[in-house]
């Protein structure tokens, strides 16, 4: 995956989750890479037998994912925190919508 590409799907999933986490965000992008096999549980025949094993995120990815989260809070585009209980990282909210859409239609 490319930057650019992380980044798409995190504007889609903060989009759709104006209060969320890093957790989340972070699920968010496994899911796509989950549904396009890139990660998650492989196999492949093997001396006639089936190998198996479960795929992982890569570091590369996981710090893609971690570098766009931190461009959004410098940015101010998310903010720590989701209510009084929570004002905290992991949890984050869209503080401002009108840099998201702008970043959207940037990237697109």
Do not use: C, F
């Not at 503080?95 to 697109?108: A, F, G, H, Q, Y």
């Amino acid at each position: 995956m490319d930057k650019i590409e992380v980044e798409k799907i995190i504007l889609e999933h903060l989009t759709n989750n104006q209060k969320t986490s890093t957790d989340e965000i972070e699920g968010a992008v496994k899911k796509v890479l989950r549904q396009r096999g890139t990660i998650g549980p492989q196999s492949r025949p093997q001396y006639g037998a089936v190998l198996k094993w479960d795929e992982r995120i890569t570091d590369e990815d996981a710090l893609l994912i971690n570098e766009v989260i931190y461009d959004y809070l410098y940015k101010r585009i998310i903010t720590p925190g989701v209510n009084s209980d929570n004002l905290n990282l992991p949890y984050v909210h869209v503080s401002d919508e009108t840099k998201l859409n702008n970043r959207k239609v940037e990237i697109k």
